[in-house]
């Protein structure tokens, strides 16, 4: 599978990493040589991940809300591997409600993990980078940030925060640091399955040029492209990955 020579042994965190996306790009990053960092809130799924996946040289229990995890996380991560290379910020939630319906909790929950917690494990990131002047910062936004969709009003404004917070970074940061963000579609992950029956899983592929989600594995391929060198001219980049969905929408 290993594809990118350079990325062999750089350091990468991922978070979000016990599962779907985060996994599948963990495990790529791994294929592909790099020293694997995982983060996650999941306390019992991360120890089955690691367990699983003896090619990941670390991990830490975080919660991206909460600075004093991520900033534990990073100082776990210095400790262990010197440093880092690339950051996945990837950890995300999405809950399906009515706008009307939305508790202001639910709303902070979700922009706290979604957009805040990119803020803090970006920042973290951004300040080793500059100071060793290299390094690549990639963050899961969605096409929900790039248009309105119905019931994830909250969700669709962290991933449109996600999206500008890249293209700000970008621009501070170049040209030692590189920032992008992927936007996926639809992706066949543990999250999607919870909140589609097969019947609506159905009829969303239907409206899909590709007629069908995407794999994890298929996201975390971009990822590692987008760390290699081939990719070392793009930067405060929001690249879809959607199978043609939005194409006609623009």
Not at 71 to 77: T, V
Not at 86 to 95: P, T
Not at 179 to 193: A, D, E, H, S
Request: aromatic share 6%; with cysteine.
């Amino acid at each position: 599978m290993a594809t990118f020579s350079e990325l062999k042994d750089k350091r990468v965190m991922v978070t979000g990493a016990a599962s779907g996306i985060g996994l599948a790009t963990a495990r790529r990053f791994a294929a592909e040589g790099a020293k694997v960092f995982v983060v996650d809130c999941n306390r019992g799924a991360l120890s089955e991940v690691m367990a699983d996946n003896p090619l990941f040289v670390g991990s830490n229990l975080c919660d991206v809300s909460r600075e004093e995890d991520v900033s534990a996380a990073f100082e776990k991560m210095d400790s262990e591997l010197g440093g880092i290379d690339v950051l996945v910020s990837n950890a995300g939630i999405s809950i399906r409600s009515d706008f009307v319906d939305i508790s202001h909790e639910q709303w902070r929950k979700v922009i706290d993990i979604n957009l805040n917690g990119m803020f803090l494990c970006s920042r973290e990131a951004a300040r080793r980078m500059k100071a060793q002047k290299s390094g690549v910062i990639l963050m899961t936004a969605s096409t929900n940030g790039t248009e309105g969709h119905r019931w994830y009003a909250d969700y669709n404004a962290s991933k449109a925060g996600v999206i500008l917070l890249v293209k700000s970074m970008a621009l501070e940061l170049a040209p030692d640091v590189r920032v992008n963000c992927v936007c996926p579609g639809y992706v066949l992950t543990p999250m999607q399955r919870a909140e589609y029956t097969e019947e609506m899983l159905a009829k969303v592929n239907e409206g899909i040029p590709m007629k069908r989600h995407a794999e994890p594995e298929e996201i975390g391929a971009l990822y590692a492209f987008l760390a290699s060198d081939d990719a070392r001219y793009i930067t405060g980049a929001d690249i879809r990955i959607d199978g043609g969905e939005t194409a006609g929408l623009y």
